[in-house]
């Protein structure tokens, strides 16, 4: 069984920072990509940042410079530090995995159960 346990999530006013942390565990042959999703409320689920095990890094036009993703590939771990929070970034925060439980066969994306982060005054 593969787990995705996340945490960080909470309350801040804008302006403000908080950092997400998601931790990969089970049977797992590769970690392909990491990420983080989100989705508020009448929107669909999108993404906010994703990092590959080599490093390569994409963000959603919305967060560029101000949110960062980093993996630590030992622990299966990766982080989204999120500063100068905005109300609009209010939503359920999503951790992705696309990975590998063999060494051959099909590559699969697992989910974190989501973690809820609201930027309200």
């Known amino acids: 069984q593969v787990q995705l346990v996340e945490s960080g999530g909470g309350l801040v006013q804008p302006g403000g920072s908080l950092t997400l942390s998601c931790a990969a565990s089970?049977?797992?042959?590769?970690?392909?990509?990491m990420g983080w999703y989100r989705q508020a409320p009448g929107k669909q689920r999108e993404l906010v940042a994703g990092i590959s095990s080599g490093g390569s890094t994409n963000y959603a036009d919305s967060v560029k410079g101000r949110f960062t993703i980093s993996r630590d590939n030992a622990k299966n771990t990766v982080y989204l530090q999120m500063n100068s929070l905005k109300p609009e970034d209010t939503a359920v925060y999503y951790c992705?995995?696309?990975?590998?439980?063999?060494?051959?066969?099909?590559?699969?994306?697992?989910w974190g159960q989501g973690t809820q982060v609201t930027v309200s005054s």
């Open positions: 992705n995995a696309r990975l590998r439980i063999y060494n051959v066969g099909p590559i699969n994306d697992y």
């Open positions: 089970g049977s797992i042959f590769s970690i392909y990509s």
